[in-house]
């Protein structure tokens, strides 16, 4: 599991969506370490484009771990298990924000659907 997720985060993955953010939840609530930032250097533009979106994919997985362990989104900014994944969600709430007022936003129209599909975005 470790290695598919290595390769999705990198790229690499022949098919994505073997690394669902539902199957990275999954993986995080039975105790597999997944490490989203470890080694990644962005080689150039488009690979860094591909390795940020890879990031905030096992974020967003992350997230899912959060709510199907706890019930809600409501990570705190300081949550002592993960304050990467409390800071994360803070900027992504700040984000959506924007993008909700048409100011501008690195939030998608697909990030803004799957937060939303997740319950982030009713809370």
């Given amino acids: 599991q470790r290695k598919n997720f290595r390769r999705w985060r990198d ?32 080689l150039h533009a ?15 997985g992350e997230l899912a771990a959060y709510k199907q362990h706890f019930g809600d989104c409501f990570v705190p900014s300081t949550f002592p298990l993960n304050k990467k994944l409390g800071q994360w969600v803070k900027d992504q709430r ?5 993008y909700e007022e048409g100011k501008p936003s690195h939030i998608t129209d697909d990030r803004y659907e799957e937060l939303k599909c997740l319950g982030f975005l009713e809370e």
């Fill in 11 to 42: 790229g690499k993955l022949s098919n994505p969506e073997i690394m669902s953010p539902e199957r990275i939840a999954k993986l995080l609530k039975v105790g597999v370490q997944l490490d989203a930032t470890r080694g990644l250097q962005p």
């Fill in 46 to 60: 488009m690979r860094s484009g591909l390795i940020e979106r890879s990031v905030w994919k096992a974020k967003l």
């Fill in 94 to 98: 700040v984000a959506c924000r924007l």
